[in-house]
């Protein structure tokens, strides 16, 4: 087995694999002092699933919760690579020079980002945001394609911001082979055994 590969061992354990729809102003987490909006505000979750990684509270899409510490930890290695894809709606319309930047890498905190994939895409059917975005009505917004191999913290609005377009809204809508297709907004699902395997390799 490759060693980019995660070693499946047999276990009589049940894990759980669930994917959900995070809505705007929700906390990736469980419960929060503050009060704020979390996961458990959505709906009631296994109580040993964790979120593998983060979604900033303005941010929305696919999040994916599991007790599989194994499968987490392979996830969450910045070695491996795994691919992210983010639909970004951003202010004013990026040129292919502007692309190009975003693909070739950008200096955030004095670290280049890494290699990325970037480009235009027509408007997704996703529900509208509440509360809605603000919009200028001289200012025309576009919406990216924008696929990361690396997970800084608020990476993709620091890159947008960079090239000069700010981030207006963000949904992650995938994680390697694992897309958040039609799930609506607060809504979750179980992954198949053929996408956890996928998820695996």
């Known amino acids: ?16 694999y669930i994917i959900v729809n ?5 906390l990736s987490q469980f419960t929060d002092k503050e009060g704020r909006k979390t996961l458990s505000d959505i709906t ?27 499968l987490t930890n392979f996830l ?19 040129g292919k020079d502007d692309l190009q ?3 070739g890498g950008v200096i955030i905190q004095g670290e280049k980002t890494l290699p990325a994939k970037a480009k ?21 917004a576009a919406w990216i394609s924008l696929t990361l191999i690396e997970g800084r913290n608020r990476q993709v609005r620091k890159m947008t ?26 809504l979750s699902r179980k992954l198949s055994k053929k996408e956890v395997l996928d998820l695996k390799k």
């Open 120 to 140: 235009i895409i027509k408007e997704p059917l996703f529900p509208r945001r509440i509360p809605p975005i603000r919009e200028r009505r001289n200012i025309p």
């Open 161 to 186: 911001a960079y090239i000069g377009f700010p981030t207006l809204r963000l949904i992650k809508v995938r994680i390697k082979n694992i897309s958040l297709g039609n799930l609506l907004p607060g």
């Open 101 to 103: 930047k975003l693909s």
């Open 44 to 70: 009631k979750f296994p109580k040993q699933v964790y979120p593998v990684g983060r979604l900033d509270f303005d941010s929305e899409g696919l999040l994916l919760l599991t007790d599989d510490k194994a």
């Open 22 to 26: 995070k809505p705007y102003g929700v």
């Open 1 to 16: 087995m490759p060693q980019t590969a995660l070693q499946i061992h047999s276990s009589s354990k049940k894990f759980h």
């Open 76 to 94: 969450l290695n910045p070695r491996q690579k795994h691919e992210k894809e983010y639909y970004v709606q951003v202010e004013g319309i990026p």
